[in-house]
């Protein structure tokens, strides 16, 4: 890479040397660990007696699966649908390591911020963990189209506002969100299409559509990966965070479960009327498994009835695939909004449609069907300090705001990145992104590069 | 694909759609969740004083690793030993979707009918996912023979014996098979191989056996992926139904561990001799993994030494191997069978000898060697209302039933299978058929086809 | 393969017959399982009082992640960084499978004979799978030249003499090595690193080197899924040891986090200024990745803030990479070793600066910072028959120690290995490696080859 400067390859280095070192003075002079652990007594500012915090440790499995979820489900989903750039992968490692860290900082601010130290413990990693899933979302709308600078800057912005709008939702308001539709789902889709607009480029769409086709075939394949992870961690993931912890009928698992199961018919339903193929591509198997799971985020310890689920996932399924057919190009022909992995159909969309669900079934709550579960789901109804329609209003005014702040950190942030863009030529700016591009190219007889494309398939 | 008819892509989607709706029928009419929990009081009819059916949740690892189980290894070795199609994973995630669902609903009506209503809990999920299983392997046996209409209907009737035969061993005879021996491995092996004989095409086979050589080496590698998989996650499996939830001692673990072991050398030990190769190909380490924990099935918790698990793994490896090479050639000449998978040797098999094997531990089980461990291996001879000769003898009597069960239920879907076929022209269905080989031969030249392949290589 | 013989190609068959057999005796004598699980009372020669042997099984998670982690991480390691020996997967499964019976009865001599009888349980399993990691790492530094018989060799004395070490150091001095940062990393690296010094071949060396060049994309790929898995499941390995069951504040878990994520950063900071690479490569992330997890190992649970394991993730991060740039080129020409993999730079060097970290925590070790935590990590201490300086002398004489017996043990096993090279003609055994060798150069035509390789993408 001759061509490749000392000044923009070191740019990037010295970007990370010095956001980590900010990162451990940050730590040194405020994170301490929990002093007690989750069996001492609770100080009241942490607000112990909703959610008892720390008690993830008590479902390794669901902290593990949080972690699966956030490299493996949301790290591929950017990784193999961008298969003409297999470094990528690296920058998911580098974004994923950077907006741990930051998130453990802004969230330990909001909420674990005691006598000036911020106490960190297994459930400040799992909030973390849900931030980075958000900035991961959002990459997924801009890929192939900004740096590893600009992600990092994108990281840097994006977990602060996640944080501030999961504070405000689920601390403020009293919000019922534990599988995350609004806060992750929604906000890193449209916080990302926000972005995607803003950092629009015409001609750069062009090429990258007809890339896209040509590999239709190979993404099918390496679509199986995700989807198979999708089927077994999900599920996990959204009971790490499900208010119910006694391990007894945890609704929102089967829920997902059956959700995702109906989604995944649906697709084969749809998929050939739409397209001329008998079978559908795993890809969109796949987006209808996302569809169907960030539908159950908000709705998915709401569903009293198994059969509820499984219409819900049936028409997100159905939706999710219209989208893509339908409305993704009118996204970026008449609003200019590029989306790389279709966020919109798998996030956005089933994000506001399960928020919508939750908002349905929350006027429905009763005592009756709920029992003590009502307690857990809704703390402040059980309590009597709200009355169930009162919860209904806060749970839909949670949509707009979700949306408001995505849209105007998106667009913050972007004019941010654009402003960066400036600070080096555009030609350097150009060159690194090439770089990568290079490393896919690199082989460019037909033998080589099948090696480099497959190669994207141990993105497991 | 222009040859293919709008008509024949249409008949999958329409399929999908009737059978999803009379799914979700009959969830509104019938499935409800369980009102109380496993904290709660268990009422008579539910059987609870055998089996505390809902405590699969103490364990969500091992709920996990069912997932895992059915969806990847079974969903594996359905998929990357039928590598010259690629298509067929998208298919295996359907019958999966499919099969869980009818199998909640068909275990729902034997297990947890009260009322009219059938609850359903997270052991409802974990039966589902064994007969998914059972489907899966029986899959094994006719892959690249049937098309996907066909194989949905194979679900669909499989599923219902496949709980039969469940209800009537487990439920009604007692028999103790907490690995599943003979109403997974056992049942599946053997209704597949009946389904493929009544479909025997004898020209498919011939071509069939020629793709599958030339492609020995990159078998091998998929293999890879699958025998780590194995090693991993099923142990989790066994002890996810293994009647001792105490998590002391969890000897069904250790001997599945120690059987696979043992199973894995044997054939490093018989594969030099048999073959020209001096290391065994992962294919059939692979093979010897699976048979290792077939045998363990039944008599995973009844080994009260590991010597023991060690010799059975050890022999049954021996015996897999020796299956592949003189037997499955026998089974396709003689008998008409053709096992596209090779289920014979490595569930089917497996599946009797871990019956027999079973058999004789239970007549040598005492009160003093499994101390409190035979009140929940054997709570019939526990509480004094069978002798462990009667148990033996329904232990032993219940491998013919399964037999006769598979057997009879394989003609009758098999026949059902080639009424469905004559539906359709023949040609038609053959075209069908034949878009998936399309999609793995579409690049012919060889740099494509590479590249298609080795895609397959995903199907983690 | 013409050229191969039989008997060259039977050798290893026999060894493993024998092996087997041996190990089948050798259970049926001695090995029986634990007489009354966890819940009975412990005897007193099994020393429970300091660490509860058997709680493993109240963690599965963690116990299933020690074999993900074995079979994986370090299988993984040792396959794909080969990647032109697909068939030296095959034998790690061998290895791994052998080497477990093996340590299951070495271990067993130390630590669980009783009355004649070994009894073995969960713990048994996994104190056994720690001592194949250790086999594993010592393969890294041999692989590609050595035979499979050779191999087995290495197992059967390394998994004797890590046994020895680990009983040593761990029952008899009384060190806290939780995380194995000693018995693992460092014996196993510096142990692989002396049989590789014994069997130096200059000629081998310089065509390795060759081909390793060529590939480099390649590597960068594979490591993905290596680099993922660690993430994932590497925490909750080091969990399983800990001293800390009671599931409250696991520190352990988040400082290898921190170190990891910390770790991860310095690559991206210092390998631009090391290579002419804007992003560093897959495989830089994955070495920086273990070097932060070995680092914790010992000094995992003992450091009480964050900020500790962000330094000391970073700091070993650039000592990885230096060590890669600068020391192994010295290690081979100056020291004849040559080293496949990078073991020194991965498991040796930051084993051995986790050691000194965690002699230097044990110093500043008091009851105020650890409270209760004292006497899980540092019994004795917390028993007052020790004071903290005693504890750190100890915890210092564990490292060279540690490093004498491997070094000692080391080149006992070099120079059995070349004995063994003796007894046959040094042409057979070097055809035999070569079987290996023709499995990856078969399809020499490149697109073939493409196929080969990146068959082992699957190797997950």
Known sequence: MPEHTAASRLRLSGLCFLLQILNILLFAVFVRYSPEGSAG???????????????????????????VQVLLSFGLLVVFLSRYRPGSAAISVLITAFAIQWAVLTQGVFHFFLNGKIYVGAQSMVSADFCTAAVLISTGAVLGRVSPVQMLLLALL???????????????????????????????AYFGLMVSRVLYQPHKDKRKREEQQDKGHQTDVFAVVGTIYLWIFWPSFT?????????????????????????TVSTFILSPVLYE????????IQDATLAGMAMMGMAGEMLVTPFGALIAGF?????SLLGFRFFTPVLRSRLKIQDTCGVHNTHGLPGILGALLGTLLTLLATADTYGYRLELVFPLVAQGSRTVADQAIIQLSALPLTLLLAGLGGCLTGAVLKIKVLRCSPDAQYKENAVFREVAEEG?????????????????
């Open 41 to 67: 007594p609770c100080p009241p500012q942490l607000n112990c007696s909703r959610r008892n915090e720390d008690s993830a440790f008590q479902q390794p499995p669901g902290f593990q699966g949080v972690h």
């Open 158 to 188: 994006e977990v602060t506002l996640c944080t501030l709008n999961e504070y405000i939702l689920l601390s403020l308001m009293g919000v019922s969100d534990s599988g995350r539709s609004l806060t992750v789902h929604t906000f890193g």
């Open 239 to 263: 009971s790490t965070t499900t208010t119910v912890h006694h391990n007894d009928e945890n609704w929102a698992v089967l829920n997902t479960y059956f959700s995702l199961v109906a989604s």
């Open 277 to 284: 193929e008998s079978t559908p591509r795993m890809v969109q």
């Open 315 to 319: 028409l997100v399924g159905l939706i």
């Open 444 to 460: 460019s007889e037909p033998s080589a590069s099948g090696k480099e494309e497959l190669g994207i398939s141990t993105l497991v």
